[in-house]
């Protein structure tokens, strides 16, 4: 059974920090690909970054270039979200999600299409 247990959300100022990690087990998690999505209130998900776990290659949207970082720990079965200089727009439920094949990247945006899901953890940034 895969399973996805991510972690770390909380409440932080604007221009804080805050770093979520993301525990898998149940599937291959050195051949995969880790995902972020995030969900803000009233909105469609929107796919934050992603890493290859077999070359540690990544991307991240335009939105959160040069603020955030995706990394993993194979030895962990983690993947971990640091995430800079948040801002209010940055508030939402986070998800980690993870596929065999890469996410599809259709103008500069990662589309929310992974096999799994976790469970979501919630960021709020106060301005």
């Known amino acids: 059974e895969v399973q996805l247990q991510a972690s770390g959300g909380g409440l932080v100022q604007s221009g804080g920090s805050l770093r979520l990690a993301c525990e898998a087990s149940?599937?291959?998690?050195?051949?995969?690909?880790m995902s972020w999505v995030r969900q803000a209130p009233g909105k469609e998900r929107e796919g934050v970054s992603y890493?290859?776990?077999?070359?540690?290659?990544?991307f991240h949207a335009d939105s959160v270039k040069g603020r955030f970082t995706i990394s993993s720990d194979n030895a962990k079965n983690t993947v971990y979200l640091q995430m800079n200089s948040l801002k209010f727009e940055d508030t939402a439920v986070y998800y980690c999600a993870a596929d065999q094949s890469p996410p599809p990247v259709i103008g500069g945006l990662i589309m929310p299409i992974m096999d799994y899901w976790g469970q979501g953890t919630l960021v709020t940034v106060s301005s």
């Open positions: 149940g599937f291959s998690f050195s051949t995969s690909y």
């Open positions: 890493i290859s776990n077999s070359d540690g290659s990544t």
